[in-house]
């Protein structure tokens, strides 16, 4: 079984109906001459991502500071506290999904990138900073 597919001029036609599938019932591609896309509920798209995690490991240094290092995505602090490390590091993980975003074909293309996408997606659905806090498994 395979996802269902629209064409772009069935969809274009009857968008609120299409956008109502997609919103309160199922995921659906849309298919333009070669090209396709997914449509998909921010509803769905969250439970999609909810296996994305964010280990932290965390580390006193000798110079009584704390190290703060993602697992799966290549990114660091350190700072004087623990609560300082992790709220610098929810800020460049923020501050690293804007860039990649904004650098897409960049970052997506470079084959030890690629693999951050899920993440950055889960980190751009947040609010807000705290969110994105609230997601660092310490």
Same mark, same amino acid.
């Given at each position: ?6 064409? =772009? ?55 009584? /500071?704390?190290? =703060? ?13 623990? /609560? ?30 690629? =693999? ?21 498994? =310490?």
């Amino acid at each position: 079984m395979m996802f269902e597919t629209e064409q =772009a001029s069935n969809v274009r036609k009857e968008w609120s109906f299409f956008m109502d599938k997609v919103l309160h019932e199922k995921p659906a591609i849309i298919k333009r001459r070669r090209d396709s896309i997914a449509a998909i509920s921010l509803e769905h798209l969250h439970a999609l991502l909810s296996g994305i995690k964010f280990q932290v490991n965390l580390k006193r240094e000798k110079d009584e /500071t704390w190290t =703060a290092m993602l697992k799966d995505i290549d990114l660091a602090v350190n700072a004087e506290t623990k /609560t300082k490390a992790l709220n610098s590091l929810a800020q460049d993980l923020m501050d690293y999904a804007n860039e990649y975003m904004n650098e897409f074909e960049l970052y997506y293309r470079s084959h030890n990138r690629k =693999a951050d996408f899920p993440y950055i997606v889960k980190v751009l659905l947040q609010k807000d900073q705290k969110a994105v806090l609230d997601l660092l498994d =310490a």
